[in-house]
T-cell receptor, first 114, second 112 residues
Framework: GAGVSQSPRYKVAKRGQDVALRCDPI?????LFWYQQALGQGPEFLTY????????KSGLPSDRFFAERPEGSVSTLKIQRTQQEDSAVYLC????????????FGPGTRLLVL | GDSVTQMEGPVTLSEEAFLTINCTYT??????LFWYVQYPGEGLQLLLK?????DKGSNKGFEATYRKETTSFHLEKGSVQVSDSAVYFC???????????FGEGTQLTVNP
């Protein structure tokens, strides 16, 4: 079946612009995660949803970052007033109920803030 | 908090050489342990996992054994191929939450 998809794959933004990154999880996956991967580093946790509920947002680096999953399927990560330090790859992952510790990743969105 | 430490890279091997990438972790309780692989321009792919002590995960000739006594999950392969060139990430999922905690990754290059 189809895997996790993300769009856009690449995004260039001018500093101060708002961006929205989309994630389509695997159909039927209850849990959805966002991670940020800086160049040459491992991914770092941002936030976690179970269905539409955002159960953990402790990894969001500032109040400029906001994530939602209103219908428990597609999720959007929004970054307001982008800064150069926001440049990274943003990865989305999903997992099934009862198997929540095995996460399946999308290809990522590479964000470059100029 | 939880943490994962991987051997520093990059690692360069010749085809058919033996591979070991070391991974140690710090976590409370009994975390689940994973190896993910990232090919250039792609997202992370699950390579193998182990959910309890002494479990061995294996896939595509790669193996790793969950060693509670040494808090390690070293990745091994007996004979690497050029197509194994990628970045390898060790990760854990702790008992206190659902998030994955990753190591910094090890770049592997296999030359023909």
């Amino acid at each position: 079946g189809a895997g996790v998809s993300q769009s856009p794959r690449y995004k260039v933004a001018k500093r101060g612009q708002d961006v929205a990154l989309r994630c389509d999880p695997i159909s039927g996956h209850v849990s959805l995660f966002w991670y940020q991967q800086a160049l040459g580093q491992g991914p770092e946790f941002l936030t976690y949803f179970q269905n539409e509920a955002q159960l953990d947002k402790s990894g969001l680096p500032s109040d400029r970052f906001f994530a939602e999953r209103p219908e428990g399927s597609v999720s959007t990560l929004k970054i307001q007033r982008t800064q150069q330090e926001d440049s990274a790859v943003y990865l989305c992952a999903s997992s099934r109920t009862g198997e929540r510790k095995t996460q399946y990743f999308g290809p990522g969105t590479r964000l470059l803030v100029l | 908090g939880d943490s994962v430490t991987q051997m520093e890279g990059p690692v360069t091997l010749s085809e058919e050489a033996f591979l070991t990438i070391n991974c140690t972790y710090t976590a409370t309780g009994y975390p689940s342990l994973f190896w993910y692989v990232q090919y250039p321009g792609e997202g992370l792919q699950l390579l193998l996992k182990a959910t309890k002590a002494d479990d061995k995960g294996s896939n595509k000739g790669f193996e790793a054994t969950y060693r509670k006594e040494t808090t390690s999950f070293h990745l091994e392969k007996g004979s690497v191929q050029v197509s194994d060139s990628a970045v390898y990430f060790c990760a854990l999922s702790g008992t206190s939450g659902s998030r994955l905690t990753f190591g910094e990754g090890t770049q592997l290059t296999v030359n023909p």
